[in-house]
């Protein structure tokens, strides 16, 4: 079933790939590698544990240049690459530009215009860009996507086993120094390319309390977008029994971005149910973009029943964002039948901003009375 491009995530990625001392386009299915032009290409077996050659190849390469291999991708509709747009919509793989500047984020989207993998089969290619002996960033694309290396050197492993790919990449999240920007920007590399394994059970622990909420928001994101079932049975749990309200509160945009059917029920629940006004808000914004009738009558629900004001009020800001034929008319109603003067004057405001002929006429209908 066709389903829209729902967000661009601009990761600032830095990527290449597998090439030719020249700028000829590797074979993709040749060993696993992906299409890479202008690098200096070097491909090396793993010999021994993943994470010993892979930190021994980091120590001995002083940069810039990448490291990159290929593993088994979760099953899904989804193609990550830099996209090529037109009228602001993705479509299609453009050539990703990792060390010209101008090629700085991907896509991650999924429609009939782009390869469908249910079945599995597919992969996904890491790259780590290496500057003195460390590593910089963690990105990761379709497999089918063509990368610019800039003339840098890149190393591909072959033989990587996926547990001990897993395994590198979680010593780049643990342990994480919330204050130091790059290692941040790694972590978010590094859970992103976790979740997009196919088995990658270690996302579902990183999501557990005990670990810092920056972090599990990052994992409950992925857990929506690539996991399937088995993320929206871990969502469901934080979503019930999380001790924290920060991570709480992220949870509806991880539903939101879930292709589950529970996944809107869910929300539903927190935007009811929740202990926390700030995540019964979020839910109700979130909500307001799946739409729907279901999203609808909990927003109206929220409206009329939540006990607390400010709740209320983010529940009229979630109909301002519904499409207009469903949202307007709510506002309307709301701005003159309910009892809460708070409440009417914030659907009045958000009537103002609208735009629209029915709010109009119904301000011109308040003021000639």
């Known amino acids: 079933m066709k389903r829209p491009l729902m967000f661009v995530l601009f990761f600032l990625l830095s990527l290449s790939h597998t090439a030719r001392s020249s700028a000829q386009t590797a074979n993709p299915s040749n060993g696993g590698q992906p299409r890479v032009v202008n690098a200096k290409l070097e491909t090396r077996a793993v010999q021994g544990p993943l994470e010993s050659d892979f930190r021994a ?80 960033r963690i990105r990761v694309f379709s497999e089918d996507c063509e990368l610019d290396a800039g003339g840098l050197p890149l190393t591909w492993l072959t033989g990587v086993r996926p547990a001990e790919s897993v395994a590198l990449l ?79 509160a992220h949870v509806p945009f991880a539903l939101s971005v879930s292709r589950e059917p529970g996944a809107v029920d869910e929300m539903i629940r927190m935007a009811r149910e929740d202990s926390s006004a700030h995540v019964r808000g979020q839910a109700l914004f979130w909500l307001a973009q799946k739409a729907g009738k279901k999203a609808a009558g909990a927003i109206t629900d929220a409206i009329e029943n939540d006990p607390n004001t400010e709740v209320k009020k983010k529940a009229v800001f979630a109909l301002s964002q519904m499409p207009k034929d469903d949202g307007v008319p709510k506002l309307i109603e ?27 006429q119904f301000f011109e209908e308040i003021l000639s009375h």
């Open 170 to 248: 979680a010593g780049y999240v643990t342990g994480t120094n919330a204050d130091d920007r790059d290692a941040r920007r790694r972590m978010h590399g590094a859970i992103a390319a976790i979740a997009l394994h196919a088995d990658a059970g270690a996302l579902e622990s990183l999501a557990a309390p005990g670990h810092p909420d920056e972090l599990r928001k990052q994992v409950a994101f992925w857990l929506g977008e690539a996991r399937g079932k088995a993320g929206l049975a871990v969502l469901k749990t934080m979503a019930h029994s999380d001790p924290s309200d920060t991570v709480r």
């Open 57 to 136: 190849l980091v120590a001995r390469t002083p940069g810039p240049a990448w490291i990159a291999y290929a593993v088994p991708e979760v099953p899904g509709d989804r193609t990550m690459c830099c996209g090529m747009y037109s009228d602001g919509m993705a479509y299609g793989c453009g050539r990703c530009r990792r060390e010209s500047g101008s090629d700085n984020g991907i896509s991650i989207s999924s429609s009939d215009s782009h390869r469908v993998n249910l079945e599995g089969g597919s992969r996904i290619s890491i790259l780590f860009r290496v500057r003195d002996s460390a590593v910089e």
């Open 334 to 360: 709301v701005a003159r039948n309910n009892r809460n003067p708070a409440v009417r004057k914030q659907a009045m405001f958000w009537l103002g901003q609208s735009n629209d002929p029915r709010a109009l």
